[in-house]
């Protein structure tokens, strides 16, 4: 994630999903922002949303209000003021900027992990999405969440929301290849997908997760149409018995 993103038009379906997930603060959140330095680049710049609101606002006016106000100026598009505005009740912030060094970034998920104990769901906010080939401690990995730390938050009870973007190359084929190493690394979990014609959201469910976060999550599904927001549950693949 970078400030640069910040209240652009995935910034208003990512916060969306989360408030829907968060049923008011009741289904406490922790947001890792894996946060990187901004880069000059022009991404980040979709703010059209913002001036046609017959056709947006209603999606989550409130929110799509807080967004207004924060990407009005320069000066306040910072994560910072998204922590302080209270879009996601009652949320903890994981924002650290997050090094491509390995050690470092050993000690970025510690300490998320340190803050994280009493969530129920645990969102992770890279540049680009899950792990590609590049070895983490290399550069440019500080862009993607790596399967072993999924995995490492899944073992501690922690369900997952994930960002994800869409690569260039076939949709269908791509999502079914992030499913496959996902339920690897979290082996029993109820997994959903979120999707926009960019970027899709990974839900991972913990079976020993409290009901009311599935009943929000299945209720989010229902919630907008798709334009805004589409999702849906892939079901639940267990272990094989030896």
């Not at 970034?105 to 906010?125: G, V």
């Not at 290399?138 to 399967?147: G, I, Q, T």
């Not at 960002?163 to 269908?172: A, D, N, T, V, W």
Request: net charge neutral; hydrophobic share 40%.
């Amino acid at each position: 994630m970078k400030d640069q993103y910040v209240g652009d038009i995935n910034d208003y379906r990512k916060y969306a999903l989360l408030r829907a997930l968060s049923a008011g603060g009741t289904n406490p959140i922790g947001v890792c922002w894996m946060m990187t330095p901004d880069d000059g680049g022009m991404d980040g710049g979709k703010l059209a949303y913002l001036q046609q609101p017959s056709r947006f606002r209603l999606y989550d006016s409130e929110l799509f209000d807080i967004l207004g106000q924060t990407a009005s100026a320069p000066g306040r598009r910072r994560l910072k003021a998204i922590e302080d505005s209270g879009a996601i009740p009652g949320a903890i912030y994981h924002n650290d900027l997050l090094l491509d060094d390995a050690s470092s970034r050993q000690a970025f998920m510690d300490a998320c992990a340190s803050e994280f104990c009493k969530i129920d769901l645990a969102f992770f906010d890279p540049d680009n999405g899950l792990e590609v080939s590049l070895r983490k401690g290399h550069k440019n990995s500080s862009k993607y969440l790596y399967l072993d730390e999924v995995a490492d938050f899944y073992g501690a009870g922690k369900s997952l929301l994930i960002y994800q973007h869409f690569p260039r190359m076939e949709r269908s084929a791509f999502v079914d290849r992030c499913v496959a190493g996902l339920r690897s690394a979290a082996p029993g979990t109820f997994l959903g997908a979120f999707t926009t014609a960019h970027v899709v959201f990974f839900l991972l469910l913990h079976p020993e997760s409290p009901s009311r976060l599935a009943f929000a999550a299945m209720a989010a599904c229902e919630r907008w149409n798709p334009e805004f927001l589409t999702g849906r549950f892939l079901g639940c693949k267990h272990r094989p018995h030896n």
